[in-house]
């Protein structure tokens, strides 16, 4: 892609030299592929370890040259010159972009033998269930090979089971499920219950959306609590509030605002002073605007379906019911009160982490992806990771077209259709890339409506998603599909597509960063094949509104709704380039945000395995609270460190908890305050630094107050009235922030479990 070109260029010298370098690396490996080869397993294996030195590889040639002899009699794949290109520079900790179809799976699996053959543990990184299963299980033979174990772990493994794969040398599994398991280990209280060995190495596939795009969303690990808070009197006060006069949604229904006079109607509903200012004013603005997305922008039908005395949400990316789903507790809670519904208990959030925090926990990182080159900034100012290009192993054969660019989205989704059913006619496969359920809906109708049969790929499944994939390279297919990133299987032409020109992928419309535009694109033209692309595009669309600002278009359109114009065509870029720009402001604010939560609970981390590790708790109880531990004298001295860990572990938690749902009600207020000029990121800093200072010493006082009272004995303790931790935990996942986007922020419930 022209584009790139020189941007790559620009990147200088250092790049360059890496290139050049491991190029002749490469190539001396191949020149001793023939004399490896006559060598036998157990001679290479023992050759491949003895190269590992103090955890550096002494002659990368001769290692590379090993990975792939072995990958030869293992996988009967030999592995192409960029393959071990790629391999390589993910040893040396950069993010690769190799093309989908490339092969990574088979570039990353080497990478991860050969730092595990240097004694690190590493965990590949997938972006789902089906592929840690089936990588792990495909690219097995080659990691044991060198005597080396490994496993996957998947979202229906037991704790026990978990806990066995994480002792592998090379993991495979989900971020979310890694991330999951973190945060449940922090819950612990005795080591033997840790279920995760930390990893040191995260080789991280489909790099972009797990570091860039999903970066900031929430994994949240909540637990249950006995009753739940009134909302009752807060949902009245919204209830009785008029459109317009006390408060405003905007154009497109994706906000509402309270005006002075809704405030003002609520402050005298409720019998406070004031909304904004006062001790609990953040709690209860947060709650009153909780209720007030529930009234004016979550509807019921669309966003929701209440059935049986229970809310369901629908995943509006996928248009079905989503089982097991819920919003963000507040939410949840202010619309279930809006329908008159029990209030359902929400739990209380135990702890967070953000995938970024997540991911910035490892020791070492390095990726793969399609398309990491526009993402080069975002990776280095978040991980300070560089970014290798690797070339194709055959030249890219695929023809992308000019956007065609419509005045409006009428007639766009006309010529779309046109445009689909003569490619049909030809018996070239089709995949279609739209941008929501509602859109391939409409496409799928508008299709079947001219006899083209057409797989609507909205399944929830992956496992059937991959196969529905598969087969999407057929001839005479038309496969309409949302959100075709990080999908990760690649799609074949089947026998004599190739003739007739490849898979043709058509866009809907641009994405809102060009990185999306090119996962989509890189469906066509694997190894080689002969492919076609082309993006519809109208000045109605979203990334269009957004990204154009003031700018004014003058150009007038052809008879059928075309601007064919490079004018235009420009244009369309200029407004993704905003928009990507836009993207990456809030992920740097949104970071910061997150960023200061993350170190303080890796601090957090540090004194809670000095109680797991040590017998601290007992020491500092007893010196706090000599004539109890007096008491407690007779107790075998086991027992007694046992329940000084339980209470001081307890009471850090509880703090923790409690930490995170002030940081959360004052990021609320703050950024509802802001509007009135305040500086919101000092100002939560301020407070967050503040509050965490005395977190650690209230845990303490605390501790000494339970360990006054509660009873303990030869068999454990009662931690008393209150002080119980949850009966049941479960994990769930942010996708998105529902008080910016619609109501569409779905969250999964992975699993729940009983501890
Ligand atoms: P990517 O993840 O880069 O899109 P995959 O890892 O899924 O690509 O590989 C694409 C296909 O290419 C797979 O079916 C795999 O079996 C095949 N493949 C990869 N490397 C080789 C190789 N060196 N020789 C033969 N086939 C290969």
């Known amino acids: 892609m022209g584009a790139f070109d020189w941007f790559w260029k620009a990147l200088g010298a250092q790049s360059e030299r890496n290139d050049t370098r491991s190029k002749q690396v490469v190539t001396r490996a191949e020149d001793l592929l023939s004399e490896l080869s006559a060598l036998d397993d157990a001679t290479l294996a023992q050759r491949a370890r003895a190269l590992a030195v103090d955890g550096e590889i002494t002659d990368k040639s001769e290692f590379l040259a090993i990975l792939s002899v072995a990958a030869t009699r293992t996988l009967d794949m030999t592995p192409f010159t960029v393959q071990s290109q790629a391999v390589l520079r993910l040893l040396e900790g950069d993010v690769i972009q190799m093309a989908t179809g490339e092969g990574k799976t088979l570039a990353g699996a080497m990478a991860a033998t050969g730092f595990a053959l240097t004694g690190k543990r590493v965990h590949v990184i997938t972006v789902n269930n089906y592929l840690a299963g089936r990588d792990a299980e495909w690219m097995s033979p080659l990691v044991s090979f060198f005597g080396l174990s490994v496993a996957a772990v998947t979202e229906k493994m037991s704790a026990d089971e978990r806990r066995e794969a994480y002792l592998c040398d090379v993991v495979y599994a989900p971020v979310n499920e890694i991330g999951f398991d973190l945060l449940r280990d922090n819950q612990i209280t005795d080591r033997s219950q840790q279920v995760q060995a930390p990893g040191d190495v995260a080789l991280v596939d489909e790099a972009d959306s797990v570091l860039v ?3 900031l969303v929430p994994l949240v690990l909540a637990g249950s609590v006995a009753g739940s808070q009134s909302t009752g009197e807060i949902t009245a006060a919204v209830g009785a509030l008029k459109e317009g006069r006390h408060f405003t949604v905007d154009g497109d229904r994706r906000n509402v605002f309270l005006t002075d006079s809704g405030a003002a109607e609520i402050e005298r509903r409720l019998g406070i002073d004031s909304l904004y200012d006062g001790e609990h004013a953040g709690n209860v603005l947060v709650r009153v605007n909780l209720a007030l997305h529930a009234r004016a922008l979550l509807i019921r039908d669309i966003h929701y379906i209440v059935d049986d005395g229970k809310l369901a949400l629908i995943d509006a990316s996928r248009g079905r019911v989503a089982d097991l789903q819920r919003w963000p507790d507040g939410l949840q809670a202010a619309v279930e009160a809006k329908e008159g519904l029990t209030v359902s208990d929400g739990g209380r959030i135990l702890d967070q982490i953000t995938l970024q925090a997540l991911m910035s926990r490892y020791p070492a990182i390095c990726g793969m992806t399609g398309t990491a080159v526009e993402a080069v900034n975002q990776l280095r100012e978040f991980y300070g990771l560089r970014v290798s290009v690797i070339d194709r192993n055959r030249e890219l054969a695929r023809i992308d077209e000019d956007d065609l660019v419509y005045a409006g989205v009428a007639e766009k989704n006309v010529a779309l259709v046109e445009r689909i059913a003569a490619i049909h006619e030809t018996g070239q496969p089709i995949l279609v890339g739209t941008h929501d359920v509602a859109e391939s809906e409409y496409l799928a109708e508008a299709l079947r409506a001219r006899d083209i049969e057409v797989a609507v790929l909205n399944a929830k499944n992956d496992e059937e998603e991959a196969g529905i994939i598969a087969h999407a390279g057929e001839r005479g297919r038309v496969t309409v599909s949302t959100q075709m990133a990080g999908r990760g299987t690649d799609i074949r032409l089947a026998d004599g597509v ?50 154009r600002g003031d700018i004014a278009v003058s150009a007038q359109p052809e008879e059928d709704g075309q601007i064919p114009t490079r004018k235009i065509r420009e244009f369309v870029e200029h407004c993704q380039r905003v928009t990507e720009g836009q993207l990456l402001t809030i992920h740097a604010q949104t970071w910061k945000y997150n960023k200061l939560l993350a170190d303080q609970r890796i601090i957090l981390d540090e004194r809670r395995a000095a109680l797991l590790d040590t017998d601290r708790a007992v020491q500092e109880l007893s010196a706090r609270a000599p004539e109890r531990a007096a008491e407690l004298a007779g107790l075998p001295p086991e027992a007694l460190a046992h329940a000084a860990r339980q209470i001081m572990l307890f009471h850090l938690d509880d703090e923790w908890a409690e930490h995170l749902a002030l940081m959360d009600d004052v990021r609320e207020s703050i950024h509802l305050r802001a509007i009135a000029k305040e500086t919101p990121i000092d100002e939560y800093h301020r407070i967050a630094v503040r509050e965490f200072k005395d977190l650690a010493q209230r845990a303490v006082d605390k501790s000494v107050d339970t360990f006054r009272i509660a009873r303990i004995t030869a068999e454990g303790v009662e931690l008393g009235e209150g002080l119980a931790r949850p009966s049941a935990t479960w994990t769930y996942m942010v996708s998105d922030n529902p008080l910016s986007g619609g109501g569409s922020g779905a969250l999964a419930t992975m699993e729940s479990f009983f501890s």
């Not at 866009?507 to 090119?518: E, M, Y």
């Not at 993006?535 to 979203?542: A, G, K, N, R």
């Open 498 to 547: 190739a003739e007739l020109g490849g898979l043709a992928v058509l866009g809907t419309s641009r994405h809102r960063t060009a990185r999306l535009d090119n996962q989509l694109r890189g469906r066509a033209g694997r190894q080689g094949d002969p492919g076609l692309s082309i993006f519809f595009v109208s000045l109605e669309d979203d990334v269009v509104v957004t990204g």
């Open 213 to 215: 795009d999903e970066a």
